[in-house]
């Protein structure tokens, strides 16, 4: 895998949270690839996945709030957007021309490997195309990018089902996209995020209709309507082949979403309804992406 991203080959890795299609950051040629494969806008920046702490500091330049989130958070669910460092590293098509740079630590042990393997920064949107649901499994990723790629990694199913928060950290600390690292677990270490808005200079990639499957999206649904496929939450649903989470917990309906769109999809039905979920914990996160799959703004 790092001999192939050295290469300046295309490579499809699991995260604990989707499936991301991987170029070595500091390769312009690579990187332009991934934008062709996805069908990505290039005004829409990647994230840099790195092995470690010290890696992102080579990169980015990370503050105290920067530090003190990556010691609670790192490797996990958390990227940030700080100043770039070395902008060699993580070329300027990757960052969309900006001069900030989201960065992780991802804790799938695959990818740990790989980053650790490759020693620079590795850039990896989700294994989808532009505007579809995350691939969350190494058959779903196939689908979508594997045409691209010199090499892929089975990682099983991903445990969180739902890309990484990202957290911008250049003036005042923002939210730019809900993840499994929650407003409140922020806050709690750095105190209050300013509103994020839908300001696309500051988060070029919270486009409206985004995450999307073939199907039209119908939310807050209490029941399927004639040829609807329906994606319950909780005990008290009309049962389907789909509920999210049969306990109501967040969590699990989190590392269900975008594969069960994806099977509710491949019916064909004339929309895919859903049931209400809740904005506690991982629901706001939940909401976030299923708001864009419909087409709205969240
Ligand atoms: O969980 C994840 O983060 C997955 C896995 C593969 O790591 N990756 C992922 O990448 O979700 P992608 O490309 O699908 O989403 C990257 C998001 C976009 O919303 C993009 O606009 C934002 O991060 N982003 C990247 N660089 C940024 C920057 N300099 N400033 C603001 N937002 C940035
Ligand atoms: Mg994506």
């Known amino acids: ?75 996990g669910p958390l990227t940030l957007v ?15 021309g ?11 042990p695959a990818a740990r490997a790989v980053l650790a393997a490759f020693g620079g920064a590795v850039v990896a949107p989700s294994a989808n195309r532009s505007g579809r649901p995350s691939p969350t499994t190494w ?50 270490l750095i105190g209050p995020l300013a509103e994020a808005g839908d300001d696309a200079r500051r988060s070029p990639g919270r ?3 985004h995450y999307s499957p073939n199907a039209p999206v119908r939310l807050e649904a209490e029941g399927p309507r004639e040829g609807e496929a329906f994606l319950g939450f909780g005990p008290d649903v009309p049962a389907t082949p789909w509920n999210l989470s049969p306990a109501g917990d967040a969590a699990e309906a989190a590392a269900n979403l975008f594969s069960y769109l994806r099977a ?10 859903v049931a209400p979920i809740p904005e506690a914990g991982l629901g706001e996160a939940i909401n976030d992406r299923l708001r864009r799959a419909a087409g709205f703004v969240g």
């Open 264 to 273: 509710a999809d491949r019916t064909e039905p004339s929309a895919i309804a």
């Open 1 to 75: 895998m790092a001999q192939a991203l050295r290469a300046g080959r295309l490579v499809m890795l699991p995260t604990e949270t989707v499936y991301g299609l991987a170029a070595d950051g500091a390769d312009a040629h690579a990187v332009a690839a991934i934008y062709a494969a996805k069908g990505r806008p290039s005004f829409n920046p990647l994230i840099a996945h790195v092995a470690d702490l010290a890696a992102a500091e080579r990169v980015a330049v990370l503050d105290d709030r920067a530090r003190t989130l990556a010691a609670q958070f790192w490797p």
């Open 82 to 96: 700080a100043p770039i460092r070395d902008a060699g590293a993580v070329c300027d098509l990757a960052r969309a």
């Open 139 to 188: 058959a779903d990723a196939m689908e979508e990018t594997g045409f691209a790629i010199a090499a892929s990694l089975d990682g099983g199913a991903c445990a969180i089902g739902l890309e990484s928060t990202v957290l911008g950290l250049i003036d005042q600390p923002r939210l730019l996209r809900p993840g499994a690292v929650t407003r409140p677990q922020i806050e709690a």
């Open 207 to 209: 486009l409206a209709r």
């Open 98 to 108: 900006l001069d900030t740079v989201a960065i992780r630590v991802p804790s799938h």
